[in-house]
């Protein structure tokens, strides 16, 4: 059981937008701490995607955007293209790193 | 380019000992909190350990806390995780990540900027 929740899986078609949530609490993103979020490819290691809530690091699309409100946040990838199929992981900080559970986003 | 490359992985009898190296390069290693992030066979990310840049303060996640033991050397630009008493839920991939903050005084509440390629550990009798 993740400290921060994620959907299992999203899916959309090439070109569309999709989004992914990640729930918090009181205790981590609602009480003010950052949300990131990284980027797996198959068979790879992790890669920082979003930072800070909204700021992407040098290289990273403006296809992916991130935001923050409350207790949850949300990563949104638009023009979804066939090399985004990977799984998906937000991050944030409850008196220690911790990562959602994941989200494996299929390009239909 | 910052380039960080994790080694030490391989099979271990429950009980077992092994220690972990990640060998990092271009940037100033001295001045940059490291971490171990784990990631079991189909599952998600798990934070395993943290160390400040210059090695004075070392955090743990619970699952670890009293068998791992994280240390670095700032002359060799090494991070280094010792790894005892291991259990097979301690199979896993293995990253080494980078604090994104220089000389931060103490642990931040962060996130990781750049990541190792990963070693696989296997406890397994």
């Known amino acids: 059981q993740s400290v921060l929740t994620q959907p299992p899986s999203v899916s959309g078609a090439p070109g569309q937008r999709v989004t992914i949530s990640c729930t918090g609490s009181?205790?981590?993103?609602?009480?003010?701490?950052?949300v990131h979020w990284y980027q797996q490819l198959p068979g790879t290691a992790p890669k920082l995607l979003i930072y800070?809530?909204?700021n992407r690091p040098s290289g990273v699309p403006d296809r992916f955007s991130g935001s923050k409100s409350g207790t949850s946040a949300s990563l949104a990838i638009t023009g979804l293209q066939a090399e985004d199929e990977a799984d998906y992981y937000c991050q944030s900080y409850d008196s220690s790193w911790v990562f959602g559970g994941g989200t494996k986003l299929t390009v239909l | 380019q910052v380039q960080l490359v994790e080694s030490g992985g391989g099979v271990v009898q429950p009980g077992g000992s092994l220690r972990l190296s990640c060998a990092a390069s271009?940037?100033?290693?001295?001045?940059?909190?490291m971490h171990w992030v784990r990631q079991a066979p189909g599952k998600g990310l798990e934070w395993v350990a943290f160390i400040r840049y210059d090695g004075s303060n070392k955090y743990y996640a619970d699952s670890v806390k009293g068998r791992f033991t994280i240390s670095r050397d700032n002359s060799k630009n090494t991070l280094y995780l010792q790894m005892n008493s291991l259990r097979a839920e301690d199979t896993a991939v293995y990253y080494c990540?980078?604090?994104?903050?220089?000389?931060?005084?103490?642990?931040?509440?962060?996130?990781?900027?750049?990541w190792g390629q990963g070693t696989l550990v296997t406890v397994s009798s």
């Open positions: 990540a980078k604090d994104p903050m220089p000389v931060v005084p103490a642990a931040m509440p962060d996130y990781f900027d750049y």
């Open positions: 271009g940037f100033t290693f001295s001045s940059y909190g």
């Open positions: 800070g809530n909204s």
């Open positions: 009181s205790s981590n993103i609602g009480a003010g701490y950052d």
